[in-house]
């Protein structure tokens, strides 16, 4: 995909944007989805492990210099541990409003101020950079649409498309169309654990958390 230097987290917010209607979709479940992409994101980079479903750190002074995931990495690092379900939503608003804050820094984001009971002091983003976004959800469903054989997907093109799946982003596919992609989205779910077995373990698991958090009455649910 052309988005490399965007981590996982920045690109399943970004594939969350409806860019014809200017807002992000699903916007209830987007904090998971956002710290569902970085907890993947750092089980690929090594840092966290899978100990029986428990999120651990691998390194004490390991880290990625994306201050998105360094922050949910520090976060992990200092507090009790829990599973990985748990982490996918246990103050997961702090991961999105990182990545919303990196993107408005990098100029993905236009930041506007605002009031809310025109009192209290708030920040809405708007999309700057809608061309990169288009791109990034064409991209992204031709990897699950195929024709691209599944083992020729990079593990982190796998697991963002699954992830994606999993929480039935609808600007991805609309939400009726999932069920006929089931089997390649569990393909690519695999795929995006294909480094260790721990690792496949985890983002299972983060996959199931984040399914949960779908919007109810969508076939399959």
């Known amino acids: 995909m052309p988005n490399g230097p965007l981590s996982l987290p920045a690109r399943l917010y970004l594939l ?22 970085a907890l993947t994101e750092l089980a690929q980079r090594g840092l966290l492990a899978d100990a029986d479903g428990v999120a651990v750190p691998t390194d004490p002074d390991g880290r990625t210099g994306d ?22 939503s246990l103050r997961a ?23 809310v009971l025109g009192v209290f002091p708030s920040v809405e983003y708007e999309i700057d950079r809608v061309a990169v976004v288009d791109k990034l959800r064409e991209e992204a469903r031709l990897v699950l649409e195929g024709p691209v054989p599944v083992d020729e997907v990079s593990p982190r093109d796998a697991a963002l498309v699954a992830l994606a799946a999993a929480a039935e982003v609808r600007t991805l596919v609309p939400g009726r169309e999932f069920r006929q992609y089931e089997a390649r989205t569990a393909a690519l779910a695999e795929r995006g654990g294909t480094t260790t077995p721990m690792l496949k373990q985890a983002v299972q698991d983060i996959l199931s958390a984040v399914a949960g958090t779908a919007p109810p009455g969508v076939p399959g649910h």
């Open 16 to 37: 969350a944007w409806d860019t014809t209607k200017g807002k992000v979709t699903g916007a209830s479940q987007v904090p998971h989805l956002v710290r569902a992409g």
């Open 67 to 88: 201050p998105v995931l360094d922050g949910l990495l520090e976060l992990v690092e200092e507090s009790l541990p829990h599973k990985w379900k748990t982490w996918v």
């Open 93 to 115: 608003r702090i991961t999105l409003d990182a990545v919303e804050a990196q993107l408005a820094a990098d100029g993905y984001l236009r930041a506007e101020k605002t009031r």
